[in-house]
């Protein structure tokens, strides 16, 4: 009898199950059903965005996908509180916040009832041009104060904390890569909602309805490792259960978990 392929393995008891959840999920991505959340599984970014459907935009940076969940991400949520607990104990040694993929000041608008921090230290958020063009009539209007925005990560001053909620998943470099274009590291790293798994990197597509977004699945122990190679050290992990994912067209490859890290870059 011919083995089953490596990565199915240990789902050998629920096999059948697998293959009748893939065939739904593969039948769901033919449909275009808005019930299929995410879609595929690729090695590296460009097979992501080669595999987009045609017609679909490409990623974050449109114009129409900026205002995607942006009431839902604007509202303080369970996962948010250790990011309250760390940035409170930092409080008195952050005078710059980054907020890398800060959106139209999601977290900022969620914090700023609970954390004196939005009105004593300067917050910058860093998104793709499309955010940070709907960012910046937010505040010439009057809508938004406090937060400033910028597109490119040279503009940017040196932080006390660099803050991504929510990024690293949609994040399309590296993060060795992405920290190393910054003046400078950023002594504190709060890094919420990444999606890690036991296993190789993954990258999937997640439906926007208009878009289809590359989303990306990290090896766990690969991510430590590259904050560690930064000379970082993680002082806090979390998980957050009910943001775990499962690729519905390739279900054998497992849930996601979906982990929060505070980290402290080491003295030298």
Not at 74 to 80: G, H, M, Y
Not at 152 to 178: C, R
Not at 217 to 232: A, C, H, K, Q
Request: glycine letters at 6%; hydrophobic letters at 40%.
């Amino acid at each position: 009898m011919s083995k089953l392929p490596q990565t199915l393995q240990r789902y050998r008891s629920s096999f059948p199950v697998i293959v009748v959840q893939a065939a739904i999920g593969r039948l769901l991505a033919f449909l275009r059903s808005p019930y299929l959340r995410h879609r595929g599984a690729y090695a590296t970014l460009e097979e992501a965005v080669a595999s987009v459907r045609r017609g679909a935009l490409v990623g974050y940076d449109n114009d129409e996908v900026v205002m995607h969940s942006f009431e839902y991400m604007s509202e303080l949520k369970l996962e948010d509180y250790p990011i309250l607990f760390w940035l409170g104990r930092l409080a008195q040694s952050t005078n710059v916040i980054l907020d890398a993929g800060g959106h139209l000041a999601t977290k900022y608008r969620a914090f700023r009832t609970h954390l004196p921090l939005t009105e004593t230290a300067e917050w910058i958020i860093y998104d793709v041009p499309a955010i940070v063009r709907a960012g910046r009539r937010l505040v010439e209007r009057g809508e938004l104060q406090g937060p400033k925005f910028i597109d490119n990560l040279a503009d940017a001053p040196d932080a006390d904390v660099l803050l991504a909620s929510g990024l690293l998943q949609y994040l399309d470099v590296p993060l060795e890569d992405f920290l190393r274009e910054l003046p400078a590291l950023p002594r504190h790293l709060l890094l919420n909602k990444v999606q890690t798994r036991d296993g190789p990197t993954v990258i999937t597509l997640e439906n926007f309805g208009c878009a289809e977004v590359p989303y990306q699945i990290r090896d766990r122990v690969e991510f430590v490792r590259s904050l560690e190679t930064l000379g970082y050290e993680v002082v806090d992990e979390w998980s957050i259960p009910a943001l775990s994912r499962t690729i519905q067209t390739h279900p054998h490859l497992g849930r996601s978990t979906s982990r929060g890290y505070y980290a402290r870059l080491r003295s030298k």
